[in-house]
Each structure stands twice: as structure tokens, then as C-alpha cells.
């Protein structure tokens, strides 16, 4: 595998974590 399919394999997988974390946050606010 090279470098460059790991780094963007990288970024994509810390981008999708983030993103479920902001989903779950929105969840949280609008069950308040």
C-alpha cells in the first residue's frame, strides 16, 4: 500500500470520527 492511500485513509477515517461526534452532540442539544 502507499504512502499516499494510508495518509488520505488517515484523514479520511479522523474526518468520519469527527463528524459522528458532531452528529451525536447535535442528537444531544435538540434532545434538551
Given at each position: 500500500?502507499s504512502l499516499v492511500v494510508q495518509?488520505?485513509?488517515?484523514?479520511?477515517?479522523?474526518?468520519?470520527?469527527?463528524?459522528?461526534?458532531?452528529?451525536?452532540?447535535?442528537?444531544?442539544?435538540?434532545?434538551?
Open positions: 500500500m495518509a488520505k485513509q488517515k484523514a479520511w477515517s479522523l474526518k468520519s470520527r469527527k463528524t459522528n461526534l458532531n452528529m451525536r452532540e447535535v442528537r444531544r442539544v435538540r434532545l434538551d
